[in-house]
Every structure is written in structure tokens, then in C-alpha cells.
């Protein structure tokens, strides 16, 4: 029996590589918006007044 190598072609690749970028960049940008949104950067310190 001859055992077939499934050989993907370069457009399929390529169109793999586009969609995981395109994913991470997702990732990447709502993990960056939700550090913005919870406001690490501006401070409330609770003793603030004191």
C-alpha cells in the first residue's frame, strides 16, 4: 500500500498565515483596549487625600 503525503498548497499557506495574524492582531489589540479601559495608567489611590 502507498501512503500519500497531504501536501497543502501555497495558497492554502499563505491564506492560514493571513488568518492567524489577522486573529493575533485581534488578540493583541482587545488585550491592549482592556488595559486602557480598566485605567491602570490614571491614579486612585485610596489614601489619596490624606
Known sequence: MEKKQKVD???????????????????????IYLYEYS????VHFIYNEF
Open 39 to 42: 485605567g491602570l495608567t490614571s
Open 9 to 31: 498548497s501555497k495558497g492554502k499557506r499563505i491564506g492560514m498565515f493571513v488568518l492567524k495574524t489577522i486573529i493575533y492582531f485581534a488578540i493583541l489589540m482587545a488585550l
